[in-house]
């Protein structure tokens, strides 16, 4: 059960193109009390991201100095750029009793259950499809970049073997069906109940992408 009056920790991971920065998106719109937690990040922003709201896009001095003053509650190297979740804001809106919502990779979900925070923390992993679905959505996202879907597409079996250090695996098979199906896990959690989730499907579903 949440601890009155503070926010729950609610975090998204899933390879590179498998919906979760929308699924992040739709919830935080759909839910007044849910906020998305802005990540710092040395990566040269996307043609359509704005400074303060996608990402605080910095450089890799200013991130060092972060990491050196203790700012963030995890950062990682993901595709070789420095990514971070900075801490005061954070835990300023869980105590004021938002959920926060963080889209991050398996490295920062596992660094924040390992800080065991005085919050309640629910961590989902996000499956695509398939794989040519996954590939068709990078291609369509970051346009000509060849090199960067290629390097997502190599990464993207490493990402999804971490499934299992999550506690719930959802798969966007179809948009408003896995937003659906995350609500009810959050709605349940926040009430102290756990979920169901087919455990055996979802490990075949790993062995299908992965093979
Ligand atoms: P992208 O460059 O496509 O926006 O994000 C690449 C990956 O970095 C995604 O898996 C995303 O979830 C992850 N990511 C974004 N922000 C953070 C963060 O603050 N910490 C960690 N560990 N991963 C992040």
């Not at 090199?147 to 719930?168: C, G």
């Not at 109940?193 to 790993?206: R, S």
């Amino acid at each position: 059960m949440t601890n009155f009056g503070q926010g729950m920790m609610i975090v998204l991971s899933s390879p590179s193109g498998a919906g979760k920065t929308t699924l992040t998106r739709m919830l935080s719109e759909k839910n007044d009390n849910f906020i998305i937690s802005i990540s710092h990040t040395t990566r040269t922003p996307r043609h359509n991201e704005v400074n303060g709201k996608d990402y605080f896009f910095v450089d890799k001095k200013e991130f060092q100095e972060l990491i050196k003053n203790n700012c963030f509650i995890e950062h990682a190297t993901v595709f070789n750029n420095l990514y971070g979740t900075m801490k005061e804001p954070v835990i300023k809106d869980l105590s004021k009793g938002k959920n926060v919502l963080f889209d991050i990779d398996w490295q920062g979900a596992e660094q924040i259950k390992k800080k065991k925070l005085d919050f309640k923390l629910i961590t989902l992993f996000i499956l695509p499809p398939s794989s040519k679905e996954l590939k068709e959505r990078l291609h369509n996202r970051e346009k000509r970049d060849d090199v960067m879907i290629d390097e997502r597409m190599s990464q993207f079996k490493n990402d999804i073997l971490h499934w299992k250090d999550y506690d719930y695996v959802v798969i966007n098979n179809e948009l408003s069906d896995c937003y659906n199906q995350i609500q009810k896990i959050i709605l349940s959690e926040s009430k102290g109940l756990k979920c169901n989730y087919d455990e055996k499907k979802i490990e075949e579903k790993v062995i299908e992408l992965i093979s």
